[in-house]
T-cell receptor, first 113, second 115 residues
Framework: NAGVTQTPKFQVLKTGQSMTLQCAQD?????MSWYRQDPGMGLRLIHY???????DQGEVPNGYNVSRSTTEDFPLRLLSAAPSQTSVYFC????????????FGAGTRLSVL | AQSVTQPDIHITVSEGASLELRCNYS??????LFWYVQSPGQGLQLLLK??????LVQGIKGFEAEFKRSQSSFNLRKPSVHWSDAAEYFC?????????????FGAGTRLAVHP
């Protein structure tokens, strides 16, 4: 049972480049989300999805796009990377209708030069 | 506004010593509370959670936490720390945001363990 899988683990981008961070879960969880982790700030919610075809913004959505075409996958897209997006990104999933037992992936460490 | 405060950014303890990590929250309703641990280069692992009932909750790896409503606190404790406990610890509160139950995290406490 793989749980929540994120790829890649590390990525270096130049300013203005685009890329997609992949997230997949095999637990049939309805809810998925993306957080970013910055020193001294904990984790902050970027975008979330409550089911296939349904997404919404979290606390820090600017510069990021998401889509949810399947229950399993929830990719995060950076259309034009900026140095301020240097961070560690975590994907999480949970069952709908339950208190927040969220399961996290191992993270993607992104550097934007 | 909902928030979580972890007053200690860094804590250093000796192996075998007791540990208490502090967490204070601000939330209008009865909170769902969590402690997660992040080992170096790893994702977040759930240590324990409080939803309701007994205010002293037991978690994995010998950790426990006590919910004190009067103090808006959910401090994490361990009676005897092991070197493998060196990690970053995050307290979080579950909050309703539109149609989603999100987590609001504290800034984290980094624990170092001396042999």
């Amino acid at each position: 049972n793989a749980g929540v899988t994120q790829t890649p683990k590390f990525q270096v981008l130049k300013t203005g480049q685009s890329m997609t961070l992949q997230c997949a879960q095999d637990m049939n969880h309805e809810y998925m989300s993306w957080y970013r982790q910055d020193p001294g700030m904990g984790l902050r919610l970027i975008h979330y999805s409550v089911g296939a075809g349904i997404t919404d913004q979290g606390e820090v959505p600017n510069g990021y796009n998401v889509s949810r075409s399947t229950t399993e996958d929830f990719p995060l897209r950076l259309l034009s990377a900026a140095p301020s997006q240097t961070s560690v990104y975590f994907c999480a999933s949970k069952l709908a209708g339950a208190p927040n037992i969220q399961y996290f992936g191992a993270g993607t460490r992104l550097s934007v030069l | 506004a909902q928030s979580v405060t972890q007053p200690d950014i860094h804590i250093t303890v000796s192996e075998g010593a007791s540990l208490e990590l502090r967490c204070n929250y601000s939330y209008g309703a009865t909170p769902y509370l969590f402690w997660y641990v992040q080992s170096p280069g790893q994702g977040l692992q759930l240590l324990l959670k409080y939803f309701s009932g007994d205010t002293l909750v037991q978690g994995i790896k010998g950790f426990e936490a006590e919910f004190k409503r009067s103090q808006s606190s959910f401090n994490l404790r361990k009676p005897s720390v092991h070197w493998s406990d060196a990690a970053e610890y995050f307290c979080a509160v579950g909050a309703r945001s539109g149609g989603y139950n999100k987590l609001i995290f504290g800034a984290g406490t980094r624990l170092a363990v001396h042999p």
